[in-house]
């Protein structure tokens, strides 16, 4: 069976096991995306980040179940679940609750951030076009934290969606070296708390200070309780209504580009590591390791030693 076309036919289990294998990664991914190339490009690719238990998982599920109510499909990615014990069980019971199951216009999957050369952005990436040459609408794509890892994920995305919490304090100012300048939307989630208006405040101010284009697309400060469902009609109207600004002024190319740049970067430094790993030998990298040790040679010179034989190697 061809699983590519299977895929684009609507086949829920080719699907699945299409995402399993690029998760994996692998010669047999790289041809099942080759395949599945010039059907990508549609979806509306929607990143949403933030620290642990802010509400990612309920949001993105009341969010799903907006988008269906209002015709659209939806594939959701959850990377890496923080808890060991509950990893995708988490998103899986959210969705249960808003009793999207069983909706085939819904598909979720959970990633762990492990056992990928290249790693986890590269396998986002990958697992975002599978389902976006699915037929996927909107793909959203849920991430803990605001590490680098997050960062090159949210270059994946066309809209990135970042929750903060009230009193999240200390964490503002986290938020402000780095989150805040992938941040398309603020969401401040659990506002059925205390301290939710001045986190908006906080927030708001911030932004004023950080030196946004004067033409340009302000990202907006909203407010939800996920659990209520409460604020998503105005995440989801924000999050189209950004879609719009990217297309109306001309950078959705610009993303485009820059989306495709760092993909083929990634793919560039995996596919240049795997083939030095498929034409040298393990004892020669032994030797060389053993004389970097030794301090005879060193690291950069090794490195540029791999890459010469890897590609003096490419004819035979
Ligand atoms: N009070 C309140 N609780 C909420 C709200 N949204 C989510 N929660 C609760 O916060 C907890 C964490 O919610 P999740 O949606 O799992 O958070 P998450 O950010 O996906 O968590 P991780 O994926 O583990 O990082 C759950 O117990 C939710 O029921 C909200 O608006 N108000
Ligand atoms: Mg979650």
Do not use: C
Request: charged residues 20%; neutral net charge; hydrophobic residues 45%.
């Amino acid at each position: 069976m061809d699983l590519a076309q299977a895929l684009l036919e609507g086949n829920r289990r080719a699907l699945a096991q299409a995402l399993t294998l690029v998760e994996t990664g692998g010669p047999q991914a790289r041809m099942l995306l080759a395949a599945l190339f010039a059907h990508t490009g549609r979806a509306h690719i929607v990143g949403v980040t933030g620290a642990p238990g802010a509400g990612k998982s309920t949001l993105v599920a009341a969010l799903a179940a907006h988008w269906r109510r209002t015709g659209r499909t939806v594939g959701i990615i959850a990377v890496d679940p923080t808890s060991p014990f509950t990893r995708g069980a988490i998103l899986g019971d959210r969705i249960r609750m808003q009793a999207l199951s069983g909706d085939s216009g819904v598909f979720i999957r959970s990633m762990a951030s492990r056992g990928r050369l290249g790693g986890i952005a590269r396998a986002t990436g990958d697992a975002v076009a599978v389902l976006d040459a699915a037929g996927f609408d909107m793909v959203l794509v849920e991430t803990v934290g605001a590490g680098q890892g997050e960062v090159e994920i949210a270059a994946t995305a066309h809209t990135t969606i970042v929750i903060e919490t009230p009193g999240a304090g200390d964490d503002i100012q986290a938020i402000k070296a780095g989150i805040l300048e992938i941040a398309d939307l603020l969401v401040v989630n659990k506002a059925d708390r205390d301290g939710a208006e001045q986190t908006v405040r906080q927030l708001r101010a911030m932004l004023s200070l950080a030196d946004l284009p004067a033409d340009g697309w302000t990202p907006p400060v909203l407010t939800a309780v996920a659990t209520r469902g409460e604020g998503i009609e105005a995440i989801a109207a924000a999050t189209e209504r950004h879609l719009a600004y990217l297309r109306e002024s001309g950078r959705f190319a610009g993303r485009e580009q820059e989306r495709a740049r760092r993909e083929l970067r990634l793919i560039l430094q995996e596919t240049a590591l795997a083939r030095v790993h498929a034409r040298v030998s393990s004892s020669d990298w032994d030797a060389l390791i053993a004389q970097i040790v030794a301090r005879t040679l060193d690291p950069y010179a090794a490195a540029d030693q791999l890459l010469d034989r890897a590609w003096s190697n490419a004819g035979g």
